[in-house]
Nanobody, 115 residues
Framework: QVQLVESGGGFVQPGESLSLSCKIF????????MGWYRQDPGKQRELVGR???????YYGGSAKGRATIHRDNAKSVLDLQMTNLQPEDAAVYYC?????????WGNGTLVTVSL
């Protein structure tokens, strides 16, 4: 069984940075394509960044250039650091993994960006 639990969301002002963390419960070495996504209410879920099959990280969407993902296998966490946050970055941020063809998602953590 795989369980993903996000944390670190909160309120930030424009221009600030934020770190999110995804705690992975289960055999982390059996989970592939781990990544971060985000979704603003009323909009489609958007890729922030994910690991490719070759172990590189692909960053997508408007967060590209401001997002950094780091996976720590020893701690079973997947971290996301975002810099220069803007109001359009406000969303629920989700952690996602894939194992044996099954997608696993966390419940998300809310990021609010406002003055």
């Amino acid at each position: 069984q795989v369980q993903l639990v996000e944390s670190g969301g909160g309120f930030v002002q424009p221009g600030e940075s934020l770190s999110l963390s995804c705690k992975i419960f289960g055999n982390i070495f059996s989970i592939n394509a781990m990544g971060w996504y985000r979704q603003d209410p009323g909009k489609q879920r958007e890729l922030v960044g994910r690991f490719t099959p070759l172990g590189r990280i692909y960053y997508g969407g408007s967060a590209k250039g401001r997002a950094t993902i780091h996976r720590d296998n020893a701690k079973s966490v997947l971290d996301l650091q975002m810099t220069n946050l803007q109001p359009e970055d406000a969303a629920v941020y989700y952690c996602r993994g894939l194992r044996d063809g099954v997608e696993y998602w966390g419940n998300g953590t809310l990021v609010t960006v406002s003055l």
